[in-house]
């Protein structure tokens, strides 16, 4: 499951909408203007195009699109990374949440806003007149409302491997680029997490030991423990850990209980706040007694997240959210 559409969902619940998600304030997408006012000056050399995405039906585009809606927030932040954000006409509400992405101005003047992000309405996006559909296909509606509007006629994009890895971000970002007529700016941006990520292998390659971090986020008013399918998680074994989830026999992300916790015996707990309520929204795992006896937490390793720096990511914060892990677990490293 990925994180940043599980909490985006939860967060518009909670009127603070996310719901894939992350420099901060680097993603050089500069605040859209009304919708319908992309410049001429999008690519239009190579096209027509087709997009083959792997899982996905292919999509064929005539032109580059200058009326995208956007229906999942990590393809937003992906959309802007690349410079696309003026020709964006909607985007969830997720998008927008400075808990959630790096930089929510970038769209704080976007013709629509999505509120439902997992079951989008349909007769409501084509009422928008899109040349373009870009959804991160996770939930049943998002999965019908690529169907459907793919039956209407619209060229929809459609990512399938939840944004999970690294390897998995640049492929989407490589694919959304060729899309948006904008490969350039792809190639540029994969490059430089490609790089970012190379350094950080390299960093921790002679590390002799890497500590077990269980990773928890605050979702639906509950804790949650975070499993290994995550980008969160590759970020842990990118900075020179391991999940400690996979210790406790965590496959799927899930509400945590304290009994979990203990069994994890984690070295580290990474907090990440999806929803904006600090620390305090930890404390029913974090004041149990076997808990507080936890090393972890006795020792004082236990650091708060925010989301936008290492949750549901789609960009270059894959690099800076590896260095940000990387340092409270290995400050030894400089």
Known sequence: MNPLRLTSTLAAAAALTFALAGCSGSSGASTAPPAGAATTSA???????????????????????????????????????LGAADRVVAVPSGATNSTLVPDPDT?????????????????????????????????????????????????????????????????????????????????????????GVASAKTATASVSTRPKVLVLSNQAG?????????????LVTLAGGVN????????????????????????????????????????????????????AVENGHVKLFAARDVYGLAGREVVSGTAAVRAWIHPELG
């Open 244 to 295: 400690a989830a996979d210790a406790a026999g965590v496959h799927a992300t899930r509400p945590v209980n304290p009994e979990l916790i203990v069994k994890a015996a984690p070295d580290y707990i990474m907090l990440v706040d999806v929803l904006g309520k600090g620390r305090s929204s930890f404390d029913s795992m974090l004041s149990n007694p076997a808990v507080k006896a936890l090393p």
């Open 222 to 234: 509950t804790p949650f423990v975070n499993a290994s399918s995550v980008i969160t998680s590759q």
């Open 43 to 81: 690519a239009t050399a190579g096209f027509p195009v087709t997009v083959t995405v792997p899982g996905a039906a292919p999509v064929h585009l005539d032109h580059a699109p200058t009326r995208i809606a956007v229906l999942s927030p990590d393809a937003a932040v992906a959309v802007a990374e």
């Open 107 to 195: 769209y704080a003047k976007v013709e629509h806003t999505i509120s439902d992000d997992t079951s989008p309405d349909v007769e409501q996006i084509l009422s928008w007149k899109p040349d373009l559909v870009v959804v991160t296909a996770r939930h049943t509606g998002e999965k019908d409302a690529s169907s459907q509007l793919t039956n209407a006629g619209i060229p929809v994009l459609t990512f399938t491997n939840g944004w999970s890895t690294a390897d998995a971000i640049t492929t989407n970002l490589t694919l959304l680029g060729k899309a948006l007529g904008s490969p350039d700016a792809a190639t540029k941006l994969v490059s430089t997490i490609t790089s």
